[in-house]
């Protein structure tokens, strides 16, 4: 009995050693290491960063419309606002994924362009978890564009599985590689639906064929931006 309890111990204490290490390295010399390597790079056009200034997504779309009519659209092919990301949430996303269960609300991890994290996230969940799912940020760039109505950027993907980071080693979302995908098929179901009132494409961040994103997954685009214009309510 007693070379058991020893053994448990001994189990818990190697446990907690292994958990304290992968979060050191994670959560805090992984960050700095890369937060070095990254600070002298000059952003690229149409490029988001992770808060370290690890490069993320490409900007592939943008929106035309007031604030409520971009909130309104989402809601109409189904998209929901993503919870904001806090200890609660936090924990609710990963008792989503292990237990496989739903959480339509999921919060998405903070990008930056600009100099300032997203404005609006959305997600919609494919599957009974937040395991998977098509999630999208979206930064107001410019206050008067097309019809004097905002003009939005935004990054739509693919969260095909959770996992680790294969920068950092943090918990984190791996998507999946085509962008262009889950652009058209955005732009596409707001088309659908009867939502907008035309739609262009502009020049994004470049044709690319191995893009890495802020938590080193790969990333094919043919580095347009599709913009939808919302039809005034």
């Given at each position: 009995m007693a070379r058991r309890r020893v053994s448990a111990r001994r189990a818990v204490v190697g446990t907690a050693f292994v958990?304290?290490?992968?979060?050191?390295?994670?959560?805090?010399?992984a960050p700095f290491v890369w937060s070095e390597i990254e600070s002298g790079s000059p952003p690229r056009a149409m490029l988001?960063?992770?808060?370290?200034?690890?490069?993320?997504?490409p900007l592939n779309f943008g929106l035309v419309g007031n604030e409520a009519e971009v909130v309104a659209a989402f809601h109409a092919i189904g998209w929901r606002p993503a919870d904001a990301i806090t200890l609660k949430s936090a924990v609710e996303i990963g008792l989503?994924?292990?237990?496989?269960?739903?959480?339509?609300?999921?919060?998405?991890?903070n990008l930056v362009y600009e100099g300032r994290r997203q404005d609006l996230a959305f997600?919609?969940?494919d599957g009974k978890s937040a395991g998977r799912r098509h999630h999208a940020r979206l930064w107001k760039v410019e206050t008067d564009g097309a019809d004097e109505r905002p003009l939005w950027l935004g990054t739509v993907s693919y969260d095909r599985d959770a996992g680790l980071s294969h920068d950092t080693l943090q918990i984190?979302?791996?998507?999946?590689?085509?962008?262009?995908a889950e652009r058209d098929a955005l732009i596409g179901g707001f088309e659908a639906a009867g939502l907008l009132a035309e739609s262009y494409q502009i020049d994004g961040v470049g044709p690319t064929q191995d893009g890495r994103n802020g938590g080193g997954d790969r990333y094919f685009t043919d580095g347009k931006a599709m913009v939808g214009v919302l039809k005034e309510r």
């Open positions: 958990v304290a290490v992968w979060a050191f390295v994670a959560y805090l010399a988001t960063t992770t808060p370290l200034g690890i490069p993320g997504d989503s994924v292990v237990f496989d269960r739903p959480y339509p609300d999921a919060p998405v991890s997600e919609k969940e984190t979302h791996h998507i999946a590689p085509d962008l262009d």
